[in-house]
């Protein structure tokens, strides 16, 4: 089955502190991926997407993200997280052609610390 | 960002009644989604539009109905509201232009009583 996880519900960092959000999907065709982010009360911002070519992804805001086939996985980063950055996080798969099919993860909420 | 606005914004109703959200956009992208979002289950997928008067079920579909009668325009229908549809509904508009990435509107907040 088609599906998505981030196995972190809530993670807190310090301004200033890297940061990895972990992703991994589940797909049996070609993935598309994405990362979006919503802070609170708003709707959903594309922070970056990997649809082929380099598998290091650089996308708004000082983010990057990794696409590792062999690990099924889609890691977004940033090395030094602002304030401004607490928001909830949303790894999504879909593929070409299928656009009904984009599977959400349930998304991890990000708490910055002063 | 994406010319999407949704309508209303916030809204309360007592369960049994009929309640119609709207999707507007300014883009002329052929797709439109309707969503769900509720704590732990990220956001859900309720039915999609390919079209003018096409449209298909999603994941969680029971008890919404859609329409879409012109590009820019696709409506979300609660026939009867119940308790368990209090949520916030997103609706997305993605197009071969965008490579499919998926614009998101500002989001409906729904409470039924």
């Known amino acids: ?114 | 960002d994406a010319g999407i606005t949704q309508s209303p914004r916030h809204k309360v109703t007592e369960t049994g009644t009929p309640v119609t959200l709207r999707c507007h956009q300014t883009e002329n992208h052929r797709y439109m989604y309707w969503y769900r979002q509720d704590p732990g289950h990220g956001l859900r997928l309720i039915h999609y539009s390919y079209g003018v008067k096409d449209t298909d079920k999603g994941e969680v579909s029971d008890g919404y109905s859609v329409s879409r009668s012109k590009t820019e325009d696709f409506l979300l229908t609660l026939e009867s509201a119940t308790s368990s549809q209090t949520s916030v509904y997103f609706c997305a508009i993605s197009d071969s232009s965008s490579q499919e990435t998926q614009y998101f509107g500002p989001g409906t907040r729904l409470l039924v009583l």
């Open chain 1, 1 to 114: 089955a088609q599906s998505v996880t981030q196995p972190d519900i809530h993670i807190t960092v310090s301004e200033g502190a890297s940061l990895e959000l972990r992703c991994n999907y589940s797909y049996g065709a070609t993935p598309y991926l994405f990362w979006y982010v919503q802070s609170p009360g708003q709707g959903l911002q594309l922070l970056l997407k990997y649809f082929s070519g380099d598998t290091l992804v650089q996308g708004i805001k000082g983010f990057e993200a990794e696409f590792k086939r062999s690990q099924s996985s889609f890691n977004l980063r940033k090395p030094s997280v602002h304030w401004s950055d607490a928001a909830e996080y949303f790894c999504a798969v879909g593929a070409r052609y299928n656009t009904d099919k984009l599977i959400f993860g349930t998304g991890t909420r990000l708490q910055v610390f002063p």
